[in-house]
């Protein structure tokens, strides 16, 4: 699905899925289902306009992490420190500041995904 114009607003985690491309949504879906295997409590917001997750409830949304469909990838924001942390073992990913890109044509790095999700509720609660 080509995007042009202001993002729209989604009502549900489940509606901004379901109006991505067929690759995205696939990977969405999985990041989603990995998130929640490794912190269960994980709640589910939508912020910025996009899936956004609380890792630890009745906190600020800011304390959270994000998932958002591009063109030809889905980027995964676990925070700086996590994408630090884990630099090596993502050194076959885009990264930028904060955020990992999970092209289409790649398998997740799933177990890599439920050890940051770890990362950055531990980081979170030693804050």
Known sequence: ?????AMPNFKTIDDYIV??????QVI??????????AVPETVEISNYKVPSFTLIPETKPEKQLM????AKYVSFYPYQAA???FADELKNFELGKGTV?????????KELIK??????????LSK
């Open 1 to 5: 699905m080509e995007k042009k114009g």
């Open 19 to 24: 109006n991505q491309k067929k690759e995205a």
């Open 28 to 37: 969405l879906r999985e990041l989603r289902s990995l998130i929640k295997e």
């Open 67 to 70: 998932i958002v469909a591009y």
């Open 83 to 85: 994408v630090e942390h």
């Open 101 to 109: 890109k999970f092209p289409f044509n790649k398998p997740l790095p």
């Open 115 to 124: 050890r940051m999700v770890i990362f950055r509720k531990e980081e979170l």
